[in-house]
């Protein structure tokens, strides 16, 4: 369950970058808030699965599942570079989280 946690905080994570990208630098308020609660929803079950979770992997898992997720949606959403080296960077990070779960721990 506390795997479940996690990678719903990395969801709510994606969600809080993309809406702080629709708030434009904090310029339009409801995208704001958004990108605030999206935060604070983020930690919250970040905070939940670190019940379970080592912090060292769980964070990683986070930070990664966060930055490749957003990465992606920047590429399909709002027309950021898919250069080959960049999908292949957020292809190693995602390498990479499947290998620290697979760790033990």
């Known amino acids: 369950m506390a795997w479940t946690i996690l990678l719903a905080?990395?969801?709510?994570?994606?969600?809080?970058?993309?809406?702080?990208?629709?708030?434009?630098?904090?310029?339009?308020?409801?995208?704001?808030?958004?990108?605030?609660?999206?935060a604070n929803g983020a930690i919250a079950l970040l905070a939940i699965s670190l019940r379970q979770l080592p912090v060292g992997t769980a964070f990683a898992v986070f930070t990664g599942l966060g930055a490749a997720g957003a990465a992606l949606i920047g590429i399909a959403a709002f027309g950021e570079s898919a250069s080959p080296l960049r999908l292949l960077l957020i292809a190693a990070i995602i390498a990479c989280i499947a290998g620290l779960k697979l760790a033990p721990a």
């Not at 994606?14 to 609660?37: C, D, H, N, Q």
């Open 9 to 38: 905080a990395a969801l709510v994570d994606i969600a809080m970058a993309v809406a702080l990208k629709y708030a434009e630098g904090w310029t339009r308020f409801w995208p704001s808030v958004a990108g605030l609660v999206f």
